[in-house]
């Protein structure tokens, strides 16, 4: 299949910039992935379309503070550092800007030189491997220096850095939210689980590759970046459960999806572990786990598109888009959402 296949017109006042001052407030598309059929509501109203027997599967991973402004130890120059894998208890693969100049041995400064870092490694693809030195905790000192990242078409900082985590998030290790999950509060997920529904977490550490485009013309060879899944016996007993029963199974994200249809046995059941993913599911793949979809509206000729196209067809995945332009539906991270069922 070609990229331009996931090609549409999204005027860019429609890129959500804030969220909304109520997480559920937010719209709801609801798409029939058979017949294409399109609803519009609420998120608030989600209770309403979930029924008894159903599971929730969520991505509890929390969006590290990844991103570190300093200077140069010896020059001063301004210096920024977005991390990307924590490789061991020191070392970090990052992101730096400016970067064609920081070579080998540049030492770096965060705080009141309550963090140091040195560039031990040049790596593919121009990022650094840096070495910090610190008193303590990493990730305690990281928590007071650091700052949370915000995906690239987003230009205004957050007043409330909370406000890009999900109210469940728990494990910590994203460089981007699983934003699907943002419209939920905790008196929402109360009464979900009042109705009937299940509830289970797993956890996917988002990977800034997430962002990054499509470049191939033939989507086939495109590859998938790689990022860190884990599900828990417990919750993979949940979801088994649930199969048996014949109740949904309900992705929370493309993250939850992804890492779901990775963990997948013959047998169409959820084996519990932990391991690295690069799945990469467009059109034509066959689900093995997954039957319906809470997601955001995605980029266009993205990998995440291509995938709720797999899930509800390609056809009525760009007429559900071309609806919510005219509708005036918030697009993105901070947007509105939509349930594929």
Same mark, same amino acid.
């Given at each position: ?6 090609? *549409?017109?999204? /005027? ?7 969220? #909304? ?9 609801? !798409? ?41 130890? *010896? ?18 693969? %990052? ?13 770096? +400064? ?25 008193? =303590?905790?990493?990730?305690?000192? !990281? ?7 915000? /995906? ?19 494990? #910590?290790?994203?460089? @981007?939210?699983?934003? @699907? ?7 929402? #997920? ?9 509830? %289970?977490?797993? &956890? ?6 997430? $962002?990054?485009? +499509? ?12 990022? $860190? %899944? ?5 919750? @993979? ?9 014949? =109740? ?5 994200? &493309? &993250?939850? %999806?992804?890492? #779901? ?11 519990? =572990? ?29 990998? !995440?598109?291509?995938? +709720? ?10 007429? @559900? ?21």
């Amino acid at each position: 299949m070609n990229k331009s296949d996931f090609y *549409y017109e999204l /005027p860019e006042e429609l890129i959500a910039q804030t969220p #909304l001052q109520k997480r559920d407030t937010s719209r709801l598309m609801l !798409l029939d992935k058979r017949t294409g059929q399109i609803q519009h509501s609420h998120f608030y109203n989600l209770p309403d379309f979930l029924k008894k027997g159903d599971c929730l599967v969520m991505n509890d991973s929390r969006v590290l503070p990844a991103r570190l402004i300093g200077r140069k130890k *010896y020059t001063g120059g301004h210096i920024e550092l977005l991390l990307l894998r924590n490789i061991d208890s020191h070392r970090w693969e %990052c992101l730096v800007k400016p970067g064609k100049k920081i070579k080998m041995g540049t030492k770096l +400064v965060f705080g009141d030189n309550e963090l140091e870092g040195t560039i031990v490694d040049v790596i593919e693809g121009g990022n650094r491997i840096v070495e910090f030195k610190y008193s =303590g905790i990493f990730m305690e000192v !990281l928590e007071k220096l650091g700052k949370t990242p915000l /995906p690239p078409y987003i230009k205004k900082e957050l007043d409330d850095p909370e406000r890009y985590q999900t109210v469940y998030s728990k494990e #910590l290790g994203s460089a @981007a939210a699983p934003t @699907a999950g943002l419209h939920f509060t905790k008196e929402l #997920l109360s009464r979900v689980e009042e109705n009937g529904v299940k509830i %289970c977490y797993l &956890t996917l550490h988002v990977g800034l590759g997430t $962002f990054r485009p +499509v470049k191939e013309t033939q989507i086939e060879e495109h590859l998938m970046h790689s990022e $860190f %899944c884990t599900i828990s016996k417990d919750s @993979a007993e949940i979801v088994n459960s649930t199969i048996q029963d014949g =109740g949904r199974i309900i992705s929370v994200g &493309t &993250t939850s %999806c992804r890492t #779901l249809e990775s963990f997948a046995d013959g047998d169409g059941y959820v084996q519990p =572990g932990s391991h690295w993913t690069d799945i990469f599911i467009y059109p034509g793949y066959q689900f093995k786990i997954v039957n319906a979809l809470i997601t955001n509206f995605h980029l266009p000729e993205s990998t !995440l598109i291509m995938l +709720v196209s797999a899930l509800a067809g390609r056809e009525n995945i760009l007429n @559900a888009y071309h609806v919510a332009v005219n509708e005036r539906y918030r697009f993105f991270s901070f947007g509105d959402a939509m349930f594929i069922r």
